[in-house]
């Protein structure tokens, strides 16, 4: 009777440690879990930074450039981009269109996230996104443009949707 006691009280102190073990793991995966969440949170983060910076490098520019004009007070020669002030360019249009359709995405993503940020799926779906908004990083350095009156009033726009929409889904 006492061997079978000793053996009951043993496997019920070997099911408690292996149920700590067990729930010590768990916690463990959650934390790399949040963790590698967090890293990626950082990167998009960072490359959101890169979009604006050059967005707001270009604006920079030409405000200098118009600050130049005006300080040498010479009179303006217009090139011929210069001459299409008013009009925004098919490359300038078509980035900010389909990067605003990309965020819309984004906005979608984030909000089907918060309301399961478990879903397994959505670790896959968002390490597509990152990919595409890596593309649109590339495409932003590639564009090397100077942005007239009527594309950075453009930009400004679908810069201030975006932002919306931001807001709203968080």
Same mark, same amino acid.
């Given at each position: ?6 053996? @009951? +009280? ?23 879990? @949040? ?52 009009? +925004? ?33 959505? @670790? ?47």
């Amino acid at each position: 009777m006492k061997k079978k006691t000793i053996v @009951i +009280i043993v496997i019920v102190v070997i099911a408690i440690i292996a149920g700590a073990v067990g729930v010590k793991n768990y916690q463990h995966k959650k934390e790399i879990q @949040i963790a590698e969440e967090e890293r990626r949170q950082a990167e998009e983060d960072r490359k959101t930074k890169q979009m604006y910076d050059w967005l707001a490098k270009q604006n920079a520019k030409k405000e200098q450039e118009e600050q130049d004009e005006v300080d040498n007070d010479e009179e303006v020669v217009e090139s011929e981009s210069e001459e299409d002030d008013g009009e +925004i360019s098919p490359d300038v249009k078509e980035f900010l269109d389909s990067y605003e359709a990309f965020m819309d995405e984004y906005v979608d993503f984030m909000k089907k996230y918060k309301q399961n940020p478990t879903d397994a799926t959505l @670790i896959a779906e968002y390490a597509d996104m990152m990919s595409e908004y890596s593309d649109f990083v590339q495409a932003a350095d590639e564009l090397k443009t100077d942005l007239n009156d009527a594309e950075m009033k453009y930009y400004s726009e679908v810069m201030l949707r975006i932002e919306q929409k931001m807001l709203e889904a968080m």
